[in-house]
């Protein structure tokens, strides 16, 4: 490993265990200017004047990304010292970086235009129908077809459930569909009578109708975990930027190595 750390840039990063020393700190660096750039996400997602500038769904994937670079840097930035001050924002960073991943999830439930906006119940079901009716308009009314299309449902969801219980039924539903999608593709595929053309074109329908029907059918349950969600997760992400700050401006102010 010698070699490696007299190479180039490297040079001057000599070996070392702590995380305001060597090449640890310059990771540390990198990993919270992955966590300032990715709030560019809330930017875009609160001011009109950036409607315009890429999908909402982009920006998200972008913001759980460098969310996920960020962690792993400042982890290994911390070389596995957890104490002091810092250590709540570094718990904090984990369990957001952790429940973000599950924040994703619900946020794929609720469909949404370019915009970001939220479709409304009466738009999916809108959506469903125009779905159907374009279906039939491209390749008729054929009982294979229609038996195809038709294989997808979806059960209603329950706001009854508590959290947790609602979670776990909509991972269960998630689940079984996939495997029902990817049952119907090998049919599709394995049907000589049905040119491939047409195959296609059913199988993108029937993911369509899917995606919509999974929408409509949990709308409701997904908001609302969603929104238990949010109270959740921004209390403690802003936790960990407030720290996250007192930690860089104590070092860069008294040159302090641990707080």
Known sequence: ???IQN???????TRADSPS???WHLIGIVGSACFIIMMSYSIRKRFSFMVDVGSLRSWLDVHMFLGIVG?????THTTY????????????MVIVA????LGRYLYGWIPHQVSGKELEMEEIRAYLEAS?????DALGKDPQIVNYYDRISSPPGSDQDNAVVAIFKMFFYDLANTLLIGKIWVEL?????????????????????????????????????????????KPLAVMMFIVMFIHIIVWYLFGAHEI
């Not at 962690?71 to 982890?75: A, V």
């Open 71 to 75: 962690t792993i840097l400042t982890t």
């Open 98 to 101: 952790s429940s973000g991943l």
């Open 21 to 23: 020393k060597g090449i």
């Open 132 to 136: 159907d009716q374009q279906m039939q």
């Open 81 to 92: 010292k957890f104490g002091g001050l810092v250590s709540i924002s570094f718990w904090c």
């Open 1 to 3: 490993m010698g070699f």
């Open 7 to 13: 190479f180039g840039f490297l040079e001057k990063y």
């Open 189 to 233: 595929m394995s049907d000589k009578t049905m040119p491939t053309s047409v195959k296609k074109q059913l199988f993108s329908m029937i993911r369509e109708k899917n995606n919509m029907l999974r929408s409509r059918n949990f709308l409701s349950t997904a908001q609302r975990l969603l929104h238990y969600w949010h109270v959740f997760h």
